[in-house]
């Protein structure tokens, strides 16, 4: 197994006196997808805040590229490469997907929007992901359909060359095609060499596209394991008891 | 209007046609999407009926005095627009006109100032107002409608201390007159609408061409050539009419041309939409209209956006104040007051931007303002009393508000 880009070592956080983190180690690679999965309030949403800076971590070690990094705020985390598709993907509906794949950091040239270059390049993103579900980029998200703004909201992730793509629960309000595309978005994503972390309670959809699969219970990590190495029952065990006879951590293999 | 082109058509190889575009138009009015079509429509309608009923209605005095009647309430909405594409209010707008006035006349007047000084103290205490909304807003955190409800009363007392109670202070400058009451002559009135045709053109060809050698869809030709040549015609029509002779005593005095103050509020037209639709403070203002938190994760630093968006809406407001006392060559404690912000609020709404934020463009302000003062206009010949004028303007900002609110709707 290659290098982990992003690990996570030891991680504790808590909320006043709910200690929600208890240890948490964590290792996401490049190029693969890492299940992240747990029962309700487990602390998956917790963990990729840590990560991904919005909250610090009270205790804890962070490495990114094998290097000991702070991360003190949603800045410093979009400095790493490291992009979190939040639940609401937050896209504004009234802007079409150009504006929206570019909001924040618009291309200019002088003072004035260069559209065309902007255009251009989220045309190369769109097809680079092999979309081809949306009619036009000059249409406004707003008229979207559900796995559409997640494929927007998807390669908002990737046009800026992220190293690390955070999804919380992609498909968790599709149907069966447009999860289908959404997995496969996903897939495409890990096989061009970014790391991506998927947080679903989807056991079918982490079968179909993880590549190992860490399960959290009460905010511990009860195992972080290769999705080959394990049955489908193995996981359920870890999610709904946090241990399973016979699960080899892969941290245990280095 | 080149904002406005559906770029939405479909991308595919098949050359785009006429009627694929207007498919597409249909699809986005079907969808909610309907812009300024209603106040066009409505602005047609208006004409016609008060043409019918009036034979004062449609001559050229009358319809150069539409244009003065309706300036300074399209200028406050035009600053309005900034802070409505954000889901804001400014109720003190129409009061901080007549702040700004006040400063001015009181410069000129009691003072000897030189007016283009005086209108930069003026502009500067604009600003100055803008910036005390704009961060009780955006750093204090108070709504924007209880702040500037405030405002409204505290700018309004500043102008009754301003003018002296129940006085009205005369202003003489020439320049400042002119604004409101004299016009360009005939000839440069012509030459003035071919460099603005020229320039309107050069640039559509600008925009097709920089896209076309970026590989990109452009606008259908025939369809740009058929919106360009139509306003101009329509502006040619206009400038004809306004330079025909509308004086009623022509030995006396000569009245005709395109009045000052159109050329005003083109320019404020054409550098607010450049900053709304080319700059990256305009998409930031749409974005944080449209979905604060999404704005706010990209990065974009809301708060900043959001009192730049009241300063320069206040800044505006100064420059209506300039246009009020151009007019009434005075300021008086009623100067921005009465119905004049609810006008302007009505005039961008009945333009087409929406008071849920995020949708909105600069022309909503003159196609609303015009609506608006052609209804109060047309009403006033036909000698309705202005109690009937306001709650007919009532019900037409009512009825955009409520188109705006249903095509909401109907968009999700
Ligand atoms: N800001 C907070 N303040 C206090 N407690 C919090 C806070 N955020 C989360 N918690 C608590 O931490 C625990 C873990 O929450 P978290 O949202 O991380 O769970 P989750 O695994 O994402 O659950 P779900 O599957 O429902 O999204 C919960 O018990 C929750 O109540
Ligand atoms: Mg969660």
């Given amino acids: 197994m290659s290098e982990a880009i992003l690990s996570l070592r030891n991680i504790n956080k808590s909320f006043g006196a709910v200690h929600v983190l208890r240890g948490v180690d964590l290792d996401i690679y490049p190029g693969q997808v890492t299940a992240l999965v747990g029962d309700n309030g487990a602390g998956k949403s917790t963990l990729i805040k840590c990560i991904a800076g919005i909250y610090t971590p009270d205790s804890g070690e962070y490495h990114f590229d094998g290097k000991p990094v702070t991360v003190n705020g949603p800045r410093d985390a979009t400095a790493l490469g490291i992009e979190v598709v939040y639940q609401d993907l937050a896209l504004c509906d009234n802007l079409d997907i150009v504006h929206n794949l570019f909001l924040g950091r618009e291309k200019k040239k002088g003072v004035t929007l260069d559209e065309a270059s902007m255009e251009q390049l989220a045309r190369q993103t769109l097809d680079g992901l092999s979309v081809r579900t949306v009619k036009s980029i000059r249409q406004t998200v707003a008229s979207l359909s559900g796995g559409q703004r997640q494929t927007v909201a998807i390669a908002r992730a990737v046009l800026w060359n992220n190293k690390v793509v955070i999804l919380d629960e992609p498909t968790a309000a599709l149907g069966v095609s447009q999860t289908e595309q959404v997995l496969n978005l996903v897939r495409r994503l890990a096989d061009a060499g970014i790391a991506v972390v998927l947080i679903s309670h989807n056991l079918v959809d982490v079968f179909e596209v993880a590549d190992n699969v860490a399960a959290l219970y009460l905010g511990t990590m009860a195992a972080q394991v290769k999705l080959n190495e394990v049955s489908r029952n193995q996981v359920i065990e870890l999610i709904t008891t946090g241990k399973s006879a016979g699960v080899t951590n892969i941290g245990a293999n280095k | ?412």
Avoid at chain 2, 17 to 25: E, V
Avoid at chain 2, 210 to 229: C, D, I, M, N, S
Avoid at chain 2, 371 to 385: C, K, Q, S, T
Wanted: charge should be positive.
């Fill in chain 2, 1 to 412: 209007m080149s904002t406005q082109t559906p770029e939405t058509a479909q991308e595919t190889l098949a050359a785009p046609s006429l009627k694929s575009a207007a498919a597409d138009y249909w699809a986005r009015i079907k969808s909610g999407d309907i812009g300024s079509l209603p106040a066009v429509l409505g602005l047609v309608a208006l004409c016609i009926v008060f043409t019918s009923m009036s034979s004062s209605f449609l001559t050229p005095g009358n319809f150069a005095n539409l244009l003065t009647q309706a300036a300074g309430v399209i200028v406050i909405a035009m600053g309005l627009i900034f802070v409505l594409l954000l889901g804001d209010i400014d109720l003190s707008a129409g009061y901080s006109a007549g702040v700004s006035g006040a400063v001015l006349v009181i410069l000129v007047s009691n003072h000897h100032w030189n007016w283009v000084p005086a209108l930069l103290v003026a502009i500067v205490a604009g600003v100055l107002m803008g910036l005390v909304i704009g961060w009780l807003v955006s750093y204090v955190g108070v709504p924007s409608f209880v702040v500037t409800l405030a405002m409204f009363l505290a700018f309004q007392g500043i102008l009754l201390l301003l003018a002296g109670e129940g006085g009205t202070i005369a202003i003489e400058d020439k320049t400042v007159i002119a604004i409101e009451n004299s016009n360009m002559k005939p000839l440069i009135s012509w030459l003035f609408f071919l460099i603005c045709a020229a320039l309107y053109v050069l640039s559509g060809l600008r925009k097709m061409a920089v896209r076309r050698k970026a590989g990109l869809k452009t606008e259908l030709v025939q369809l740009w050539v058929f919106k360009t040549v139509g306003l101009l015609a329509l502006c040619a029509v206009a400038v004809f009419s306004l330079n025909l002779e509308r004086s009623n005593n022509v030995k006396l005095v000569s009245l005709k041309g395109i009045p000052d103050v159109v050329p005003l509020i083109l320019a404020i037209l054409v550098v607010g939409t450049f900053f709304l639709s080319r700059t990256s403070y305009g998409r930031h203002l749409y974005a944080v209209g449209g979905n604060t938190e999404a704005a706010r994760r990209s990065g974009i630093d809301v708060k900043r956006v959001r009192l730049f968006a009241f300063v320069i809406c206040s800044s505006l407001a100064a420059i209506a104040g300039l246009i009020f006392v151009s007019r009434a060559n005075s300021v008086s404690p009623t100067t921005g007051g009465n119905s004049t912000l609810l006008y302007a609020v009505g005039a961008a709404v009945i333009g087409g931007t929406s008071l849920f934020g995020g949708k909105g463009k600069m022309r909503d302000a003159i196609l609303g303002g015009l609506v608006v003062a052609v209804i109060d206009n047309g009403m006033g010949l036909l000698g309705y009393a202005a109690g009937i004028k306001y709650i007919v303007t009532g019900l037409v900002l009512l009825v955009s508000a409520g188109v705006d609110a249903l095509s909401r709707k109907g968009g999700n």
